[in-house]
């Protein structure tokens, strides 16, 4: 059985930070292209940042570059977002996913609210 399971969330006054992990378990986690969404109230999801299976390669939606780090520690079946100088539009539940070729899973979501 296939498991995604995020965690860290909580609540943060601006200008903070925060480390989501996402922790996989039933695959072969190493092989799979992993991925952060969010779904901010009454908004689309939208990609937050993603890694490579192999290499780590990173990309970033505009709206974190330069504040958001996405890691993955492949011995942990593990990924990481850590997140910094946070923003009230970054208030929205966090979720994991998990792609190789056609086969996707998605966790249950994590919320994060930037408040102060």
């Known amino acids: 059985q296939v498991q995604l399971v995020e965690s860290g969330g909580g609540l943060v006054q601006p200008g903070g930070s925060l480390r989501l992990s996402c922790s996989a378990s039933?695959?072969?986690?190493?092989?799979?292209?992993m991925t952060w969404y969010r779904q901010a109230p009454g908004k689309e999801r939208e990609l937050v940042a993603t890694?490579?299976?192999?290499?780590?390669?990173?990309e970033y939606a505009n709206s974190v570059k330069g504040r958001f780090t996405i890691s993955r520690d492949n011995g942990k079946n593990t990924m990481y977002l850590q997140m910094n100088n946070l923003k009230p539009e970054d208030t929205a539940v966090y979720y994991c996913?998990?792609?190789?070729?056609?086969?996707?899973?998605w966790g249950k979501g994590t919320l994060v609210t930037v408040s102060s």
């Open positions: 039933g695959i072969t986690f190493s092989n799979y292209v």
């Open positions: 890694i490579t299976a192999v290499g780590g390669s990173t």
């Open positions: 996913n998990a792609r190789y070729s056609l086969v996707r899973y």
